[in-house]
């Protein structure tokens, strides 16, 4: 599996960007994926994810973010809106396969900067 994300940049707070993430292989309707995000000195922590009509999502972004996924386009995408500084971060798409809780393809990170 090959994750490619995308759709990074720089935002002022408050703006939005929607990240997308592009998968190859064959099994990606059957795996649970998830947004990632590490911020410069922190650990990475998790966003948001999603499997079927299933989802969850982070209390940090709650009410503010949301994922989606179009399994045609083996993509997953994560609306932002209402951009903060403290959402600045390299931000990760993952997926976890086995449905085991463990995601264990990532995808390369694309930056996210929100300007103050």
């Known amino acids: 599996v090959q994750l490619q994300a995308s759709g990074g940049g720089l935002v002022q707070a408050g703006g939005s960007l929607r990240l997308s993430c592009v998968a190859s292989?064959?099994?990606?309707?059957?795996?649970?994926m998830g947004w990632f995000r590490q911020a410069p000195g922190k650990e990475r922590e998790f966003v948001a994810s999603?499997?079927?009509?299933?989802?969850k999502t982070s209390d940090s972004v709650k009410g503010r973010s949301t994922i989606s996924r179009d399994n045609a386009k083996k993509a997953v995408y994560l609306q932002m809106n209402s951009l903060k500084f403290e959402d600045t971060a390299v931000y990760y798409c993952?997926?976890?396969?086995?449905?085991?809780?463990?995601?264990?393809?990532w995808g390369q990170g694309t930056l996210v900067t929100v300007s103050s």
């Open positions: 999603i499997y079927a009509n299933s989802y």
């Open positions: 993952a997926a976890d396969v086995a449905r085991i809780g463990k995601f264990e393809y």
């Open positions: 292989g064959r099994t990606f309707r059957s795996s649970i």
